[in-house]
């Protein structure tokens, strides 16, 4: 857990929910705050499995992946090819149109290119390629006159690769996988917020949650079906979320399109994935207990 990307807050918070909970239900846990001499860390630790609470860069891009692979120590979540292509926006909106899976019309750019003029027609929205928990992302509405200041400034500390896609109008909906069953769909509904930020994910009141999400069952049943194709897809192992938008605007049908699977899902006090867990009848402790058991290598 902890490590060294602008996620480490929220990886702190949920190796620490989760060691906590891990000991409750009988395991001997060694918390390790990860620094850039972390295989002499496990050297030391020599850890029958490996509980990867880490989240962002080199958490879930197939580094620590690869270090464990090394070592032969086997670890939960996914492998290093799944969470490398899964921490490029541009490499999985690749591969899940592929496999037949709704994205958004996208482009990636150099940020320095985008200036005076827009690079699409607004509404849209530009984010870092390559960052989780909504670090970096800007919405341009409708009516802006010109592109975000910020992307071009030195406050930007997200790389120059951006990916700039159409704004998806409607609702947050997000779907867990654990292993090949898709757990349930829940919608989220930020609070004083316009979409689903990192405050709204991690701050408490940031978010409310519906579970089960209030949508038609013809919809329920098309985001759980996205979400297990785009886990199969990937080659993702242990436990994925998928994150929707969900346009019902004109429709009940309306237009269901995926954004993006995450590998390594949050485990904090107002994480989705526990709580969706809990909903299909799987306690904290019961779903950690399935994680570390479902641990190897070669994943």
């Not at 909970?21 to 630790?45: C, K, M, P, S, W």
């Not at 500390?157 to 757990?183: F, N, P, S």
């Not at 993702?236 to 309306?254: L, M």
């Amino acid at each position: 857990m902890g490590g060294f990307s602008s996620e480490r807050p929220v990886s702190l918070s949920s190796g620490k929910a989760c060691a906590d909970e891990l000991e409750r239900f009988g395991y001997r846990v060694t918390r390790i705050d990860v620094t850039h001499d972390v295989a002499n860390q496990l050297a030391e630790v020599k850890p029958d499995v490996a509980f990867n609470a880490l989240h962002g860069p080199y958490g879930e891009d197939g580094t620590i992946q690869g270090v464990l692979e090394f070592m032969q120590i086997p670890y939960t979540h996914s492998g290093v090819l799944a969470t490398a292509v899964a921490m490029d926006k541009e490499l999985s909106k690749r591969l899940a149109k592929t496999h037949g899976i709704a994205v958004a019309e996208s482009k990636v750019m150099d940020r320095f290119d985008i200036t005076s003029a827009h690079p699409m027609k607004p509404p849209y929205v530009v984010k870092p390629v390559a960052e989780g928990s909504s670090f970096g992302v800007v919405i341009v509405k409708e009516g802006q006159s010109h592109p975000p200041q910020v992307i071009t400034s030195d406050e930007w500390k997200y790389g120059d690769r951006v990916m700039v896609e159409r704004y998806i109008h409607g609702r947050e909906l997000t779907c867990a996988v654990m292993g090949d069953v898709a757990l349930g769909v829940t919608e989220i509904i930020p609070q004083g917020q316009e979409f689903y930020d990192f405050d709204s994910k991690y701050a408490a009141g940031g978010s409310n949650h519906e579970c089960p999400a209030k949508i038609s069952p013809f919809v329920y049943q098309k985001i759980t079906n996205m979400a297990l194709k785009a886990h199969k897809a990937f080659g993702c192992r242990g436990v994925t979320r998928s994150d929707f938008r969900y346009d019902d605007r004109f429709s009940e049908e309306g237009e269901v399109i995926w954004l993006e699977i995450n590998t390594q899902p949050g485990m904090t006090a107002t994480s989705l994935v526990p709580e969706l867990a809990a909903y299909a009848g799987h306690s904290f402790g019961e779903l950690l207990h399935w994680m570390v058991e479902d641990a190897s290598c070669l994943r």
